[in-house]
């Protein structure tokens, strides 16, 4: 069997694979397998992983993978779920508001929108990535919406959601639960404990760019699309841990703030910039 899969014969060697599989021997009462079973569950799995029938690898890697540290690998890599969200999604005013998500070995994504007061959650986090860790219990979301997760069977897909009826401008917190679903899925992925996410839509026509060098950290708040300044903006800025400065954009949309010493290079400044009610965020 190994020779026929060296020469590339792949039918050739499912054929004797088979056989192989078939093949009893009984004596005293006892019926015997081929001594070579589990080596042929392996070698029929890296064939199909070969041709791309990745239904059939991981169903002939399950059987051995308990024996073949390669084949618990690839079972593992194939069947591992995974959901992936953008922590922040912002769109125009007169765009439609899509959430695009990327999901592997789920079929059904749920999401709930709650609109915030972004300004106030910010600055009470006063980090980016703890924006979403906040309590929600006995709060009605405004907007509730089920969509079915195509393609995503032992690899990667991409889906988007399109959430309707928020207002033009504003900030929601999303909070998105993934599960696979469904009794005819893969048996290995049955009875799996969903996935939950959460993230933040900001629907604004102000947008950021921030610039940062040494101690010096430089705020660009323009109107979406445009270069077009947006003057007397509000601006704050924190490390995770505190509010490290604070100020309005002057009439070209520039706000500046010094003297930011971190001798850890690795800490990231989170920035908000509010106007009217509309937001921007960023992270540099």
């Known amino acids: 069997m190994r020779a026929l899969v060296r020469t590339k014969k792949l039918d050739e060697a499912l054929e004797t694979g088979d056989r192989l599989l078939a093949w009893r021997y009984r004596s005293n009462n006892t019926t015997y397998e081929s001594d070579y079973r589990f080596e042929v569950h392996y070698t029929k799995a890296k064939i199909h992983h070969i041709r791309g029938e990745i239904a059939k690898a991981v169903a002939a890697y399950a059987v051995i993978k308990n024996r073949f540290p390669d084949a618990q690998a690839a079972w593992e890599h194939f069947t591992a779920r995974g959901l992936r969200v953008p922590q922040v999604s912002d769109v125009g005013s007169e765009e439609a508001v899509k959430l695009t998500v990327e999901a592997k070995n789920l079929r059904q994504l749920s999401v709930k929108v709650y ?7 910010f600055l009470t986090r006063k980090d980016l990535s703890a924006v979403t860790k906040i309590d929600l219990t006995g709060i009605k979301p405004i907007e509730e919406k089920t969509i ?11 889906e988007e959601a399109v959430l309707e009826g928020l207002a033009k401008t504003g900030t929601w917190l999303l909070v998105i639960r993934a599960e696979q679903g469904g009794k005819d899925a893969p048996k290995e992925l049955q009875g799996l404990p969903p996935i939950d996410r959460s993230a933040v839509l900001i629907r604004s026509d102000v947008q950021i760019r921030v610039q940062r060098e040494n101690d010096r950290v430089r705020v660009y708040a323009v109107k979406r699309g445009t270069d077009d300044p947006v003057e007397d903006a509000v601006v704050k800025v924190t490390d995770g841990q505190r509010l490290v400065a604070q100020g309005k954009t002057d009439a070209r949309g520039v706000f500046e703030a010094r003297g930011m010493h971190y001798p ?12 009217d009610g509309e937001y921007a965020l960023a992270k540099k």
Request: charged share 25%; no cysteine.
């Open 115 to 121: 609109p915030v007061d972004f300004m106030i959650l």
């Open 148 to 158: 079915a997760l195509r393609g995503t069977e032992f690899d990667w897909g991409e």
């Open 264 to 275: 850890n290079s690795g800490v990231k400044l989170s920035v908000v910039v509010e106007k």
